[in-house]
């Protein structure tokens, strides 16, 4: 099953991708958002498919205004060097634990949406990646039992502004400008993927393809990320882990690669979906007179 989180007719919904059209369950009295659906568990299961059972009300995909999966999330927590192209390539140390880093909700927007090319940078970066959203509370999971703890997955854009980043060793601001990243276009449910499916991540360009990977050279695989992150930090229905990009990044080709106004970048995910995105400018308002300035 695949849900998707989008704004039509003047309000925020969520509902159901049947081939080209949505289907919205009319839960939102009942659980006003998808993550509160997802912290529902069982019962929010049973309720979504006799809502379904009923119809409920369809629109076109090319319709909507797709949004982050989870637009609201509790966290984000992001995953660095987990494939090892990518730590050879930035010249990363090996580490004993999993580089993490956090996300904010506004840094993120939605499939078709635009990421925003900082004004203050030209040094705007793509990072395909797969995004786990988490289903159900826990603490001190067990790997053996952590991806019991997932809803489903999604396509991730970590797209990050390089100059920022590298700032001072804590990668924050380089990684939390407004809708400089991507999540979507939606979640599919860990019913439909097997645990131990191999899923290929592949990042386009302009159509170029500039990433691709398998989760068989993941570093860390999603259970063991889990384990850590939740022996510190109670993971919540809702909450995001993006497991981390692999190899290609912009920032370390010769000559580097940076993404810029009017560029196309797509993640594109077996058995997940295809996220795509344009870049567009941020304009900025100064002084009295809001003189406007945009990232060239």
């Known amino acids: 099953m695949k849900l998707v989180n989008f704004y039509y007719a003047g ?9 080209d059209r949505v289907i919205d369950p009319g839960l939102t009295p009942r659980y006003p958002d998808l993550k509160s659906l997802l912290a529902a568990g069982d019962d929010g299961k049973v309720a979504l498919q006799a809502a379904l059972a009923r119809g409920g009300d369809p629109f076109p995909l090319a319709d909507i205004r797709f949004l982050p999966v989870i637009d609201n999330p509790g966290k984000i927590i992001c995953v660095g060097h987990n494939y090892e192209a990518h730590r050879l390539e930035t010249r990363g140390e090996k580490t004993s634990h999993p580089t993490l880093f956090l996300r904010t909700a506004t840094s993120q927007t939605g499939h078709n949406g635009a990421l925003v090319c900082p004004a203050v940078s030209d040094k705007f970066d793509f990072e395909g990646e797969i995004a786990l959203i988490i289903g159900r509370q826990g603490r001190h999971i067990p790997a053996a039992q952590a991806m019991e703890h997932v809803a489903g997955y999604a396509c991730y854009n970590d797209a990050s502004v390089r100059d920022w ?14 809708a400089t990243g991507s999540f979507g276009p939606w979640m599919v449910t860990r019913d439909a993927i097997a645990d131990d499916a191999v899923l290929t991540l592949v990042t386009r360009l302009n159509g170029a393809e500039v990433q691709r990977t398998t989760t068989e050279h993941l570093i860390r695989p999603f259970p063991a990320l889990i384990a850590y992150i939740s022996a510190f930090t109670t993971l919540m229905p809702g909450d995001v882990i993006v497991t ?16 810029g106004p009017g560029d196309v970048v797509e993640v594109d995910i077996t058995h997940i979906g295809r996220l795509r995105n344009t870049v567009a400018a941020e304009e900025t308002q100064k002084d009295d007179q809001h003189e406007k300035t945009a990232c060239l």
Not at 250 to 258: D, K, M, Y
């Open 244 to 259: 981390g990009t692999p190899g290609g990044i912009g920032a370390r080709r010769t000559p580097p690669l940076f993404m």
């Open 165 to 178: 980043q590298s700032h001072t060793p804590q990668w924050t601001p380089g990684k939390n400008f407004d």
């Open 11 to 19: 309000r925020q919904r969520y509902g159901v991708v049947e081939g």
